[in-house]
């Protein structure tokens, strides 16, 4: 058990906004893929778990990691091959759910390379199916998929925004409450764009998002 986690990618980190999320959080393990370690070095956090093929990581900033790991400090060092069947990010997510945190949070998934975001989004079906809570988060939006019944309080709402898309073909007896425009027993399937943009409704204190069979994406998001 490794606790709350949080992962940092090798994606695009805004530092004022991860800077302050970072301080009103606590995290038991932090866990950097590849160039991740760049972020944090930077951000000044304490490293539990370093991994990846390292091929995009500064190289002055994995020396200062490794000569830690070498001295018996908190961080360790698991290397993967350059030629691999999949990306940093999801070796890094797989070891991170077999080690059942109670819920991980990841920064840099999100950026300039689409088919890593992409690639990012899929492979939360990775602690989706082990019942852990997970999240990509950035300034702009905070994502995971919901397989069951999903509760965002007004409280913790990320951005004005939650939209939800069909992960799966399709997602049966759809309901939303506390949303501004309610859904109830529909069903979603890929190709349409109907759920994008919802608010919670004027004077709720939470949405509830539920459905039958199937996995949605839930999307908060904001503009600035």
Same mark, same amino acid.
């Given at each position: 058990?490794?606790?709350?986690?949080?992962?940092?990618?090798?994606?695009?980190?805004d530092y004022e906004f991860t800077a302050d999320y970072l301080s009103k959080q606590k995290f038991d393990t932090v866990v950097c893929?590849?160039?991740?370690?760049?972020?944090?070095?930077?951000?000044?956090?304490?490293?539990?778990?370093?991994?990846?093929?390292?091929?995009?990581?500064?190289?002055?900033?994995?020396?200062?990691?490794l000569e830690l790991d070498c001295q018996g400090d908190n961080t360790k060092y698991i290397k993967y091959p350059k030629e691999k069947? +999949?990306?940093?990010?999801?070796?890094? &997510?797989?070891?991170?759910?077999? /080690?059942?945190? #109670?819920?991980?949070?990841?920064? %840099? $998934?999100?950026?300039?390379?689409?088919?890593?975001?992409?690639?990012?989004?899929?492979?939360?079906?990775?602690?989706?199916?082990n019942n852990i809570p997970a999240y990509i988060i950035d300034k702009y939006n905070k994502i995971c998929l919901a397989d069951r019944?999903?509760?965002?309080?007004?409280?913790?709402?990320?951005?004005?925004?939650?939209?939800?898309?069909?992960?799966?073909?399709?997602?049966?007896?759809?309901?939303?409450?506390?949303?501004? +425009?309610?859904?109830?027993?529909?069903? &979603?399937?890929?190709?349409?764009? /109907?759920?994008? #943009?919802?608010?919670?409704?004027? %004077? $709720?204190?939470?949405?509830?998002?539920?459905?039958?069979?199937?996995?949605?994406?839930?999307?908060?998001?904001?503009?600035?």
């Open positions: 058990m490794i606790g709350r986690t949080l992962i940092i990618g090798g994606g695009e980190i893929a590849d160039s991740g370690l760049d972020a944090a070095d930077r951000l000044g956090l304490n490293v539990n778990f370093l991994m990846g093929d390292f091929d995009s990581v500064e190289k002055e900033t994995l020396s200062k990691f069947d +999949y990306t940093d990010m999801h070796l890094v &997510l797989e070891w991170t759910t077999g /080690r059942k945190p #109670s819920e991980i949070v990841i920064l %840099g $998934a999100t950026g300039r390379r689409l088919d890593h975001f992409i690639a990012n989004i899929n492979i939360l079906m990775l602690p989706l199916e019944e999903h509760r965002i309080s007004k409280e913790n709402l990320w951005g004005k925004y939650i939209s939800i898309c069909p992960f799966t073909d399709k997602v049966t007896d759809v309901c939303l409450h506390g949303f501004k +425009y309610p859904l109830t027993g529909e069903t &979603l399937r890929t190709g349409g764009s /109907r759920t994008v #943009s919802n608010e919670l409704a004027d %004077g $709720a204190d939470e949405a509830i998002i539920s459905l039958g069979e199937g996995i949605l994406i839930v999307i908060e998001s904001k503009d600035r």
